[in-house]
Nanobody, 123 residues
């Protein structure tokens, strides 16, 4: 059974930083890509960033490019999202997810989801 457990959310002022972590377990992920999506109140879930466990594909949404960095630690089966220069519009619940279709950034392609972690950026 695949489990994804996020941590690291919280409240931060605009311009600040947070690092989210996602610990994955339950199967071998070597051929998969891990992604981060977010959902703000009243809005649809949107893609943020994704990375393959092999590290040969990394992709960012335009809205976070240059501010967020996704990385992974294969030994720990953990994916990170370093978020710098945070803006109030980054406020959302952030979800970790996995797909066996690297290169795809639509939510429907992702099979398993974590419970989400709240990120709130105050102005």
């Amino acid at each position: 059974q695949v489990q994804l457990v996020e941590s690291g959310g919280g409240l931060v002022q605009a311009g600040g930083s947070l690092r989210l972590s996602c610990a994955a377990s339950g199967r071998t992920f070597s051929s998969d890509a891990m992604g981060w999506f977010r959902q703000a109140p009243g809005k649809e879930r949107e893609f943020v960033a994704a990375i393959t466990w092999r590290g040969d594909w990394i992709y960012y949404a335009d809205s976070v490019k240059g501010r967020f960095t996704i990385s992974r630690d294969n030994a720990k089966n953990t994916v990170y999202l370093q978020m710098n220069s945070l803006k109030p519009e980054d406020t959302a619940v952030y979800y970790c997810t996995v797909t066996n279709r690297p290169g795809v950034i639509t939510a429907s392609a992702y099979d398993y989801w974590g419970q989400g972690t709240q990120v709130t950026v105050s102005s």
